[in-house]
């Protein structure tokens, strides 16, 4: 499966723009003026924030036939700074690198957190179109087109190795009263064909949301949707939720702050592990196919003590740190993709990479066949094919891993 993106670089033409004040203008540049200054100042007092970002990814072999699910996506984002910035759960600190990196397989895209909004409203890139009053979901609405051309676009379009820079033309949608943006759409002009993709769009939903005592207006769900040139449908429902404010200055963490009297944490030592060491692992949390994500931690216990001349490295019992790479749906069997990435006992830590063996015996399991997935395995990922259907991985499931 080709690994579909898009990205928006709209802050690379963030300015500002002089308004006619408000009546100077025929009723629906007056109206358009209006929205893009509540906006504008909506986008301007937003705090540096995170949220979790939950991604379902489908899809179909065409517009007639039913979206699958293919596996499911958990991240959290942030907005920094005007700069989107992303990390897996549990993680200590924001990856300051291409979404596309952290998730390599199927469709992904950025842009709908914040960039859209931020290219469309604050820029000099968009012309507008006053629709009219337009009832959206039993609520009352005005639509406004706008496009933006290739020469001042930043919507980037990968699949797999390639990328191109496209126009878009789109809608929004605002509350006449609040002047509130409620929807906006928007889809891509003149792919190019080598990209292989017919058409590429995205919506995004925004509702008010409550951050500490403050409220905002900020994206609640958004919708990607990707068609090649043989029909196939790849679509991304995305929902925000349990967002909150970040306040710090140079590391982004997760979290409640330690208690002021909490006894200070003892330093880790870090060793390196060798080459060609035997891991034996027994999971510690109960993985539930049916409800994990692409992204959800995942914890085991280290049940042999681990040596290099005799020398104990890492004591029986040290946990190892991980979490799902992979959760990928096929018609006739599951895979799962495990990575461990830091093994802990008391005082000391080690980074390792390690590739899988061999797993315990559960019916589970399916027999190994050749293209197994989307893509090829990455270094320190375990590739676990299961049957069809909801699987539970219990505690206690011995996997064994070499360094």
Not at 253 to 262: I, K
Request: proline share 5%; with cysteine; glycine share 8%.
């Amino acid at each position: 499966m080709r690994t579909l993106a898009a990205f928006c670089a709209g802050s690379l033409w963030l300015a500002a723009q002089p308004q006619a004040p408000p009546g100077a203008l025929p009723p629906e540049l007056d109206l358009l003026t209006r929205i893009r200054l509540h906006m504008l100042e909506q986008l301007q007092r937003q705090p540096n924030y995170t949220c979790v970002e939950t991604v379902e990814r489908s899809r179909r072999a065409g517009a007639t036939r039913k979206f699958q699910l293919q596996d499911t996506l958990r991240l959290e984002v942030a907005l920094v700074d005007g700069k989107e910035m992303f990390a897996w759960p549990g993680s200590r600190n924001f990856e300051d690198t291409d979404l596309r990196n952290m998730v390599t397989t199927g469709a992904i895209g950025n842009g709908n957190f914040a960039l859209h909004a931020r290219s469309i409203f604050e820029g000099r890139t968009a012309t507008f179109e006053y629709r009219g009053k337009w009832p959206l979901e039993d609520r009352p609405s005005v639509r406004f087109d706008f496009r933006v051309p290739l020469m001042l676009s930043g919507y980037h379009i990968r699949v797999s190795e390639k990328e191109a820079v496209v126009g878009y033309h789109g809608s929004f949608y605002a509350e006449p009263e609040s002047l509130d943006i409620q929807r906006i759409e928007l889809l891509a002009d003149d792919i190019p064909l080598e990209l292989g993709l017919s058409e590429a769009g995205d919506r995004i939903d925004y509702a008010r949301t409550h951050i500490g005592e403050s409220e905002f207006l900020l994206p609640a769900s958004s919708e990607l949707v990707m068609v090649d040139l043989n029909g196939q449908e790849s679509r991304n429902h995305v929902r925000f939720t349990g967002c909150r404010q970040f306040t710090g200055e140079s590391v982004l963490s997760f979290g409640d702050p330690p208690a002021e009297d909490a006894p200070a944490a003892t330093p880790l030592q870090d060793i390196e592990l060798p080459v060609r060491l035997g891991l034996t692992l027994s999971l510690l949390d109960e993985i539930d196919t049916s409800a994990a994500a692409v992204g959800d931690p995942v914890r085991a216990r280290l049940e042999n003590d681990l040596k290099q001349k005799g020398h104990v490295l890492m004591s029986k019992g040290a946990v190892a740190v991980g979490r799902i790479t992979r959760l990928e749906r096929w018609a006739d069997y599951t895979v799962l993709g495990l990575e461990f990435f830091m093994l802990e006992s008391a005082g000391v830590r080690a980074r390792i990479q390690a590739s899988l063996e061999s797993i315990g015996t559960m019916d589970q399991i399916r027999p190994r066949q050749r293209d197994l997935g989307s893509s090829h395995v990455r270094p320190g990922e375990g590739i676990v094919p299961l049957r069809a259907g909801r699987i539970r991985l219990s505690r206690g499931i011995l996997m064994f891993w070499r360094t």
